[in-house]
C-alpha cells in the first residue's frame, strides 16, 4: 500500500500560534492532495515522504532568488525531487520494496507574505494555508499553472480536495 510522511518543520517562530490544530489540518492537506492526485503506476506499494517548511518571508525570498532567480518573496515555494512529468512504468525500479522512504520534496511557506494575502483577499489564514500546501503538494506530484489548461485541472482538484475537507474554494469565495 503507498503511504506518505510528513515532515513539517516551524521555521519561523510565528507560526506555532497560526490557527487551532495547525499542525494536523496541514499535514490532513499535504495527505489529501497527494491521495487524490493522478500518480504513476510506479507509485503503487511504495512510501514516500515530504517536509513542509513554515518560514518567513527573508528565508522565503533567498530561495525564491536561488532557485529561481526572483529576488522577492512569494506565498509558496515546491522543490519537487523529480519531474513527474518524465517518470516511466519503472521509475521506482531501483527501489523495490526499500525500506526507507522516496522522497517528494519539499514545500515552504512564507509567514509574512500569507498574513498580507490573507488581508487583501479577506481570506483567514488557516483557510489560506491549507490551500497553499495543497497547492504545493500537487506541484510535488506534476501538477502546474504554466498553461490555461493546465491551471484549469490543477484549480479544479485543488477545489475538490479542499471541499472535501470542508474548505471553501479559495478562487471564488473569501471567507475569514
Request: glycine share 6%.
Amino acid at each position: 500500500m503507498m503511504s506518505l510522511t510528513i515532515h513539517l518543520d516551524v521555521a519561523f517562530a510565528k507560526w506555532k500560534r497560526a490557527f487551532t490544530k495547525m499542525e494536523e489540518k496541514i499535514e490532513r492537506a499535504a495527505a489529501a492532495a497527494f491521495v487524490d492526485a493522478k500518480k504513476p503506476a510506479s507509485f503503487a506499494s511504495r512510501n514516500f515522504e515530504m517536509s513542509i517548511v513554515l518560514a518567513d518571508d527573508k528565508s522565503v525570498k533567498a530561495l525564491n532568488r536561488d532557485y529561481r532567480g526572483m529576488d522577492k518573496p512569494t506565498n509558496v515555494l515546491s522543490f519537487p525531487q523529480f519531474d513527474m512529468r518524465k517518470l516511466d512504468k519503472n521509475a521506482f525500479a531501483q527501489h523495490p520494496a526499500s525500506p526507507g522512504p522516496i522522497p517528494l520534496g519539499d514545500v515552504v511557506l512564507a509567514w509574512q507574505t500569507l498574513g498580507r494575502e490573507c488581508k487583501e483577499q479577506g481570506k483567514s489564514l488557516e483557510n489560506h494555508t491549507v490551500h497553499l500546501i495543497v497547492h504545493g503538494t500537487l506541484h510535488l506530484l506534476g501538477y502546474d499553472h504554466m498553461t490555461a489548461k493546465e491551471a484549469k485541472a490543477m484549480e479544479k482538484l485543488e477545489c475538490d480536495i479542499l471541499g472535501s475537507m470542508g474548505y471553501p474554494d479559495p478562487y471564488h469565495d473569501s471567507q475569514p
